[in-house]
């Protein structure tokens, strides 16, 4: 079992920039990948980047150039850097690491104002 607190969030102009974290705790090194997803109002929840084990990394391609995925070891922690935020970024963003379950954490709010 694996426990995910992100934190982070907050409103920012369009144009800023944003980290969230995402403090891992338990079962870590059976975690096989972990990413970050976001819904917003009145949509799905969609993949916005995952780091796999290896470190091998993918994008949505709506972030692509403008977030970047990456984690500390030591600290157990994942991060996602944004940055050139637009309103259209704005969700519930929801760190997941992946063992033989999926774990999601409770969530962090962005909004980008415009």
């Known amino acids: 079992q694996v426990q995910l607190v992100e934190s982070g969030g907050g409103l920012v102009q369009a144009g800023g920039s944003l980290r969230l974290s995402c403090a891992a705790s338990?079962?870590?090194?059976?975690?096989?990948?972990m990413g970050w997803h976001r819904q917003a109002p009145g949509k799905g929840r969609e993949l916005v980047a995952v780091?796999?084990?290896?470190?091998?990394?993918h994008y949505a391609d709506s972030v692509k150039g403008r977030f970047t995925i990456s984690r500390d070891n030591a600290n157990n922690t994942l991060y996602l850097q944004m940055n050139s935020l637009k309103p259209e970024d704005t969700a519930m963003y929801y760190c997941?690491?992946?063992?033989?379950?999926?774990?999601w954490g409770q969530g962090t709010q962005v909004t980008v104002s415009s």
């Open positions: 997941a690491a992946t063992l033989k379950l999926e774990y």
């Open positions: 338990g079962n870590i090194n059976s975690i096989n990948f």
């Open positions: 780091m796999r084990r290896s470190g091998r990394t």
